[in-house]
């Protein structure tokens, strides 16, 4: 019986692995990007994050005490067609427990700790007369958060978002409602290996 028990425990806790990386995981944000009207003028877009439930965020956020926000920076205007394309460009992640995020004032999106920092290695955005999309890809190369990520995970992150220019913000060009997705799911370092499930029970 005791054999059996657990026999049914190994079974139970393999099984429960992979479920746990099933769940899409993904940085949600919300907001308003400026946009150049001509090639060498640099692109911009400031924005909250949100809680992504029922997905999970790839880093453990706590949305409760912080607020988080997106910034995209000096990404420059390469070819302005449809789609444009841009070169260059940072992703910052920043963490704040003090001033909220206001529109009107781009300093209060950028007075956090910098959690997490990345390079664009593409950016391109298309235009369907009011709305559009944008799509690029980036790598994590600093932020205080840099080394939470697995260096073979930190490459190759999309970078989507849809976009709307009817009712920006004033000084913006366009809503942005985006997410910012790891290539594979990220496992947690610390999730128990089969060798290690069994050796639970020995």
Known sequence: MKNAIKGMLIVLAVVA?????????????NGQAIVPA?????????????????????????FDNFEYTLVVSGAILDVN?????????????????????????????TDGTAILVGSFTSLNRIVFLSTGSVQGY??????????????????????LAGTNSRSPEPGYSEIWDGKVEPPT??????????????????
Do not use: R
Not at 81 to 106: C, K, M, R, W
């Open 17 to 29: 692995l992979p479920l746990s990386a099933t769940a899409q995981q993904l940085f949600d944000f």
């Open 38 to 62: 001509a090639v060498g003028g640099t692109l911009s877009m400031y924005s909250v994050m949100y809680d992504p439930a029922p997905q999970t965020t790839p880093l453990p956020l706590d």
């Open 81 to 109: 067609g449809n789609p444009q394309s841009y070169v260059g460009g940072v992703l910052t992640i920043y963490e704040d427990a003090g001033t909220a995020a206001d529109f009107a004032n781009t300093a209060t999106f």
């Open 138 to 159: 980036l790598d994590w190369n600093g932020g205080a958060w840099l080394n939470d990520i697995a260096p073979e995970d930190q490459t190759g992150w999309a970078f």
């Open 185 to 202: 799911i990220i496992v947690d370092e610390d999730l128990s290996s089969f060798g290690s499930v069994k050796a639970l029970f020995k």
